[in-house]
């Protein structure tokens, strides 16, 4: 085989690949022979079908096979003699001239680019931390309390509060005329926890049952139904039935009841520490891995291959499709998605992924056994059974890769929080649990 390579510009190549047209006629007259033993024909026995109507029927087929075959083997043994690191599949074309008695091919195609890696002592990472508060624990335990609470009949002549759960009828109407999704009836929410917008939620309050109000209300400018966004309509509403909720006590039978070994007030607390900070953990390692992300990403220097990234595009949109056909959108697999959309998108995975990849080659940051051992234990402890859920991560390769690929993005991060300017900030617990990852 001659191999011939050339660069074209920034990451792409060509080889040219030259294969005997004596060695892929050997081979396509191999496989023939041996096919011919188990095909079948019409008017001839198993074995027995002339080599003639095989090269016929199958000739085409077979040769496409072994040139396929060949070529493939030529360029990886071309590209590991050149000691060349291919980034995504080769686009391979016969060429119209070839030395006599053999094929050549063109296989164009990207290399992985040479990374340099920026002076990290002059970035700068903000790195926040968060204190799980009593305050915190209160708020969580009266979150555990309103999902066990019950709910009794108000008498008729008092007026609805803040918490009560109330069954009312409603219409809505603008400029006199009713619209879609503007009438219930029996419909149920539980005042001031944020289910009805704010002004209906106010209007309903101080109601008894039997009564009726018609109250107006403007819609915010970025209501979901775009029909009656930033329009004011009126509406009439009368209260059916009021419920006033009973709330259980912060005792041993709620922290029984809630799985607390020890049934007590304080294992109550203390569990909701423990699983509060857990959370915390976890939400502050993703908000400083970012921020050391950016800061990578920023300080390297890189080309990125075309080819890695349309790949990733791809994953993008199939993963929009997916997501798509799980909302219920009708031939989510077919819909049109322009790759362009997530070029962006794209572009920084491929870059944070290269300039990750280098640094872990450099600085020999590859996730260790008992780092990943400790990580899988970590995670297995928000669940009934740890046990389990370790032994179902242990014997899963690919869920293996993921975890492995989480416990490198964690040592990229304290190794580069090592080098940059770090400023610290102490971030509120509301703050932080509000706060889209």
Known sequence: ??????????????????????????????????????????????????????????????????????????????????????????????????????????????????????????????????????????????????????????????????????????????????????????????????????????????????????????????????????????????????????LPAVDEALAKSLGIKEGTVEGLRADVKKNLEREVKFRVLARNKAAVMDALAASAELDLPKALVEAESQRLIEGARADLKQRGVKDAESVDIPADIFKPQAERRVRLGLVVSELVRQHKLQARPEQLQAHIEELSQSYEKPAEVMRWYLGDRQRMAEVEAVVIENNVTEFVLGQVKVNDKVLPFDELMTQQN
Do not use: C, W
């Open 1 to 246: 085989m001659a191999v011939q390579v050339e660069t074209l510009e920034k990451l792409e190549r060509r080889i040219t690949l030259t294969l005997p047209a004596e060695v892929i006629n050997g081979e396509v007259e191999s496989r023939l022979k041996k096919l011919s033993r188990t095909v079948k024909a019409d008017g001839f026995r198993p074995g027995k079908v002339p080599m003639s109507v095989v090269a016929q029927r199958y000739g085409y087929q077979v040769q496409y096979e072994v040139v396929n075959d060949r070529v493939g083997q030529s360029f990886n043994d071309a590209v590991n003699e050149a000691q060349l690191r291919v980034a995504g599949m080769p686009k391979i074309t016969q060429k119209d001239q070839a030395p006599e008695g053999a094929l050549a091919f063109d296989a164009t195609f990207e290399v992985y680019p040479e990374v340099k890696l920026g002076d990290l002592s002059t970035a700068e990472v903000e790195r926040i931390s968060t204190e799980v508060t009593e305050a915190a624990i209160d708020r969580t335990v009266e979150i555990l309390r309103k999902q066990r609470r019950t709910f009794g009949l108000r008498a008729k002549d008092e007026g609805a509060i803040e918490g009560d759960r109330v069954t009312i009828d409603f219409e809505g109407k603008i400029d006199g005329e009713p619209f879609s999704g503007g009438k219930a009836e029996a419909f149920q929410f539980i005042i001031g926890e944020g289910q009805m917008l704010e002004q209906f939620d106010q209007a309903v309050r101080g109601m008894k049952v039997g009564e009726s109000k018609t109250f107006p209300l403007q819609f915010p400018a970025d209501y979901h139904g775009a029909d009656v966004a930033g329009k004011e309509a009126d509406f009439l509403v009368t209260v059916g039935k009021i419920e006033a909720q009973n």
